[in-house]
């Protein structure tokens, strides 16, 4: 089965503190692709991240990091330094080939709260 | 370049009128999806379309739902006597037709059903 699991439901932090954002999937292909999406209130959900399996170097960029660990199917997201313009939801989401097509599996979300 | 756009922005209609609801894809994206978010949700799959092939329309809620694509063009999804539970955000996205490509979304058309 393909799932994406986001067990962190409402995050509060004050402003300038670190956190990190959990992302548990589930697949059976070998060749797959993770993604992260940020919605802000406006509502319109922004790409931030794609990853294939192959690669699991952790990424940066800023203020934002992912670490990605095939050992634990997990692809976290850490933003360092929190502002209130992270104030989101932050979707993780899957697909790859061949058991998932092209469909996207999304986790149910994670709403980020940045406190000034 | 021009992102993915829909319309309208907001629907309000009242129950068991027939709405539709409109998406314009990022030119040369072959794939389109259309997602429906509930109100403190997450992305529900409805139909997926890729250039001439049969959509995929397991996500589909029921058969009040349809959906067509032009060619690689413009989509519509059709809601036909519609119903409170329908009230959602109708998300479209688009991309390449590209194995792990991302998906581009656009901002939603809000259904409100009265």
């Known amino acids: 089965a393909q799932k994406v699991t986001q067990a962190q439901t409402e995050i509060s932090v004050v402003e300038k503190e670190d956190v990190t954002l959990d992302c548990v999937y589930e697949?059976?292909?070998?060749?797959?692709?993770l993604f992260w999406y940020k919605q802000p209130p406006s509502g319109e959900l922004v790409f931030l991240i794609r990853r294939n399996s192959f690669d699991e170097q952790n990424e940066i960029s800023g203020r934002y990091s992912w670490n990605f660990q095939k050992s634990t199917s997990s692809f976290n997201f850490t933003i360092t330094a929190s502002q209130v313009v992270d104030s989101a939801v932050y979707f993780c989401a899957l697909t790859g080939a061949p058991n998932t097509g092209n469909q996207f599996y999304f986790g149910t979300g994670t709403s980020l709260t940045v406190i000034p | 370049g021009a992102g993915v756009s829909q319309s309208p922005s907001n629907k309000v209609t009242e129950k068991g009128k027939d709405v539709e609801l409109r998406c314009d894809p990022i030119s040369g994206h072959t794939a389109l999806y259309w997602y429906r978010q509930r109100l403190g949700q997450g992305l529900e799959f409805l139909i997926y379309f890729q250039g001439n092939s049969a959509p995929d329309k397991s996500g589909l809620p029921s058969d009040r739902f349809s959906a067509e694509r032009t060619g690689e063009s413009v989509s519509t999804l059709t809601i036909q006597r519609t119903q409170q539970e329908d009230s959602a955000v109708y998300l479209c996205a688009s991309s390449l037709y590209l194995v792990g490509y991302e998906q581009y979304f656009g901002p939603g058309t809000r259904l409100t059903v009265t």
């Open positions: 697949t059976r292909d070998t060749t797959y692709y």
